[in-house]
């Protein structure tokens, strides 16, 4: 499996941007489909934004679409969630994710990865 580790996270204010990274190590990168989700304070995980394996298909939840932005960089490793126009309800730790893309994908859901990070606090003030 790969293994996966977030950064970037912190407190901003409503309006404000942050950029999350998630750095992979282990196995081949571009063999993984990515996917960000986020737990806010007694809820469940939930789907943010997905990748495909070679970063030509983007997927979003309703609630992060038109503000959020995912990216890949295979070069380095690297996925990046880019969090535009940032909202109190995003508040939530954001875990980045990893499927192996030669296996059946559903985005969305969080059964559907094979290695999770840590996870990293965004936490957004009114």
């Known amino acids: 499996q790969v293994q996966l580790v977030e950064s970037g996270g912190g407190l901003v204010q409503a309006g404000g941007s942050l950029r999350l990274s998630c750095a992979a190590s282990g196995r081949t990168f571009s063999w993984y489909h990515m996917g960000w989700f986020r737990q806010a304070p007694g809820k469940e995980r939930e789907f943010a934004a997905a990748i495909t394996w070679n970063g030509v298909l983007t997927y979003y939840a309703d609630s992060v679409k038109g503000r959020f932005t995912i990216s890949r960089d295979n070069a380095k490793n690297t996925v990046a969630l880019q969090m535009n126009s940032l909202k109190p309800e995003d508040t939530a730790v954001y875990y980045c994710?990893?499927?192996?893309?030669?296996?059946?994908?559903?985005?969305?859901?969080?059964?559907?990865?094979?290695?999770w990070g840590q996870g990293t606090q965004v936490t957004v003030s009114s």
């Open positions: 994710a990893a499927k192996y893309y030669g296996d059946s994908y559903i985005y969305s859901s969080q059964n559907t990865y094979d290695s």
